[in-house]
């Protein structure tokens, strides 16, 4: 009896200890809950507050390259897209400086701030915008990563994985421009049409001009091409064979046009024909007759017949296309008395 007595009492003290202690515990459980959400909402508002830095950086990145386009556009400068990218790379590299942010999706928001303003305009304006610019749009992301990617890396005193990251983004920058933008810009497709061609004046390697009137009396085609176009120089050798495969017949002129984008200077382009061999006879274009035909992209064939009127345009490059075949039936066709 005394015992059972005995651990009524203990149990009933250790009751009444553990009551008089919860009120504290629970205020403190309470109080660190309260400290944690506190916390958590400190950190969600400096994270919003860091994604609308990330996206008003990304709008005036694009801004600053809008002017700087107007102005190569002035100065005629063909250097627009590595400005751009080097401007939103230095943009990003520069933000991540008071950033702990992921540095990929740092970049991912940065390149959001003008990706989104660019295809709003695109839609609205543009129909849609063009393969090139959001092939655009996916790059910026990976410039705008690399660039807060390096900040990261030096911030952790590793300079060679800076330098690492820099080679790497100009490296894929590089094979992006040179294989899969032309293919981007040159949307595949053939217009046939019988309408006057603009007057418009070429230049030949030696100097001489050459006038849409010199031409009349010939049927003419003019391949419109770039040094640095890829499709363009894998569409060449068609171009070439055709070429001599009209050799004797003196009414038929080819002429492959240098359009001066992107660099391609007179002294460049003659020295690209030389170390290439091309047997086509070269023209350069500076009186802009790319813009005089609307010509918007490359590579592209304007058929032209004796009477100077523009017969068949055809864009972009296909090399499962049969283009030799179509073309000497063209050709041919035109190269008939007139009924």
């Not at 007057?199 to 091409?225: A, I, M, N, Y």
């Amino acid at each position: 009896m005394d015992s059972n007595q005995s651990t009524t009492t203990e149990t009933g003290t250790t009751a009444q200890t553990a009551a008089s202690i919860d009120p504290a515990a629970k205020a403190e459980a309470a109080a660190k809950a309260e400290a944690a959400a506190t916390a958590e909402a400190d950190r969600i508002v400096a994270r919003m507050i860091g994604l609308v830095f990330d996206l008003a950086v990304g709008f005036g990145a694009l801004f600053l390259a809008g002017i700087l386009a107007v102005l190569c556009l002035v100065l005629k400068l063909h250097v627009i897209p590595p400005l751009v990218a080097a401007l939103f790379f230095v943009g990003a590299l520069v933000r991540s400086i008071w950033s702990k942010t992921n540095p990929w999706m740092e970049g991912f928001a940065i390149a959001l701030g003008a990706i989104f303003p660019t295809m709003l305009i695109a839609v609205v304006a543009a129909r849609g915008g063009s393969l090139t610019l959001w092939g655009s749009a996916l790059a910026l992301p990976l410039v705008c990563g690399a660039g807060a990617q390096t900040q990261r890396f030096w911030r952790q005193k590793l300079p060679l994985a800076s330098a690492g990251t820099v080679v790497a983004l100009v490296a894929v920058l590089f094979l992006l421009g040179k294989y899969v933008a032309p293919r981007l810009a040159t949307p595949l497709g053939t217009h046939t049409m019988n309408q006057p061609a603009p007057k418009f004046t070429l230049t030949r390697l030696d100097g001489t001009p050459v006038t849409l009137d010199s031409l009349q009396g010939h049927v003419v085609l003019l391949d419109f091409w770039g040094t640095w176009c890829g499709p363009c120089l894998a569409e060449m050798p068609q171009i070439v064979s055709l070429r001599r495969q009209f050799a004797s017949n003196h009414d038929v002129i080819f002429l492959a046009v240098n359009s001066g984008w992107q660099g391609d200077t007179p002294d460049k382009v003659r020295t690209f024909v030389q170390q290439k061999h091309l047997d086509i006879p070269v023209a350069l274009d500076p009186e802009n007759a790319t813009g005089q035909l609307k010509i918007d992209a490359l590579p592209t064939l304007i058929l032209i017949d004796r009477q100077g009127h523009i017969r068949m345009e055809e864009t972009g490059y296909d090399d499962g296309e049969p283009l030799e075949t179509e073309l000497t039936t063209q050709i041919e066709a035109l190269l008939k008395p007139a009924s």
